[in-house]
T-cell receptor
Framework: QKEVEQDPGPLSVPEGAIVSLNCTYSNSAFQYFMWYRQYSRKGPELLMY????GNKEDGRFTAQVDKSSKYISLFIRDSQPSDSATYLC??????????????FGQGTILTVHP | DAGVIQSPRHEVTEMGQEVTLRCKPI?????LFWYRQTMMRGLELLIYFNNNVPIDDSGMPEDRFSAKMPNASFSTLKIQPSEPRDSAVYFC????????????FGPGTRLTVL
């Protein structure tokens, strides 16, 4: 079983829709949670970063972490065609010798059509 | 700043040949990461360095893979001998610290081993 599970999709939605992307994880030692966005043939770029449980909002994007359920989500409101990309969840430990190591989900391919 | 620079952007080689991928991190960043991305396995951390010293190489698949960081502005990932299953996109990323700072990814090197 992978440490981080993410449905690869693909997910196709109309412009303006609310998008929900999710990841589950098995290792309770993960403390920091991130969402990266990757456009086609580009490197991933950090979109959202949260520590521990709770919500974080940035414009049209909201990240949620539920540590009791080992479940994280990214919501995109009023989705735009420019949001079309692969979204990867990532997480890491709070300390230890490998605390710099990020563990990524498979990525969800999202297409927002006009 | 030009961001993380990787070369070559594309590499096509034959099985058994040596392959060397190069990375120049963002100036001032103390951490450098090498990742591999495939459809099957997603984005995987191979190795990361702190101040030019390898910290965690547990993701390096086998002895055919080696990575060096002779100075703060240059790193290489070498595969010798290469095999078709090494075909993937290899990303280099750098960050100021291993903790709360963003990892900035390069554009990647698309490797095809025939």
């Amino acid at each position: 079983q992978k440490e981080v599970e993410q449905d690869p999709g693909p997910l196709s939605v109309p412009e303006g829709a609310i998008v929900s992307l999710n990841c589950t994880y098995s290792n309770s030692a993960f403390q920091y949670f991130m969402w990266y966005r990757q456009y086609s043939r580009k490197g991933p770029e950090l979109l959202m970063y949260t520590y521990s449980s709770g919500n974080k909002e940035d414009g049209r994007f909201t990240a949620q972490v539920d540590k009791s359920s080992k479940y994280i989500s990214l919501f995109i409101r009023d989705s735009q065609p420019s949001d079309s990309a692969t979204y990867l969840c990532a997480m890491r430990y709070a300390g230890g010798t490998s605390y710099g190591k990020l563990t990524f989900g498979q990525g969800t391919i999202l297409t927002v059509h006009p | 700043d030009a961001g993380v620079i990787q070369s070559p952007r594309h590499e096509v080689t034959e099985m058994g040949q040596e392959v060397t991928l190069r990375c120049k991190p963002i100036s001032g960043h103390d951490y450098l990461f090498w990742y591999r991305q495939t459809m099957m396995r997603g984005l995987e951390l191979l190795i990361y360095f702190n101040n030019n010293v390898p910290i965690d190489d547990s993701g390096m698949p086998e002895d055919r893979f080696s990575a060096k960081m002779p100075n703060a502005s240059f790193s290489t990932l070498k595969i010798q001998p290469s095999e078709p299953r090494d075909s993937a996109v290899y990303f280099c990323a750098s960050s100021l610290t291993a903790g709360g700072d963003t990892q900035y990814f390069g554009p990647g090197t698309r490797l095809t081993v025939l």
